[in-house]
């Protein structure tokens, strides 16, 4: 079901207005960032993995016939890695709108590869929301993401310019990269 988180994310201010603020990003924050930011680094988060059970019905698929895009789920030990980008408060009002399809802004600790941290934001969207489509076989999820589409493009193009992104920073996601794996097996139909 589609949702907006919007207003709800406008009452979750966890910062002074005039500072920079480091946001996460694990899913198309990584390889998208048409927002404006002063820096980004690679960085990582604890005790949380990626997963594509968030639906998309906005951008990666439609009300009918979803997508399916990432979000976290808990997971004790560990590691999910990402980008994060100091950026103004102002510019999380674009973003609110973005992932405004069930994403909440979340507080959380963001570690840097020079072993610094920061205290920074996540947009989480948790088994609660409306659109949180949950597990599935690996290969009903692939088969659902090869041939979704929605206003910001395929379902496919998602999956496979993270998978893509996250190789490039190196980082082991086993869920992702099995994933993409299987969405490119399958044609475009
Ligand atoms: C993120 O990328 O950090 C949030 C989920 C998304 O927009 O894909």
Redesign the pocket.
Known sequence: MMIDTTHINRERVFFEEDQTIWLF??????WKAEFPFHERRPAYIEGWARRFWQGSHDHRGTPDAPGR??TLVESPGTTCQ?MAYRIDVATLGPLDVR?KNG?LREQTVLHFADGSHAEGL??LATSDNAAFLGDAPLDDMARQIAFAHGPSGPNRDYLLHLAEALDALGAEDRHVFSLAQRVAKLGIE
């Open positions: 990003g694990y899913g198309s924050l990584i895009v990432a990402g992932e994403y996540i947009y």
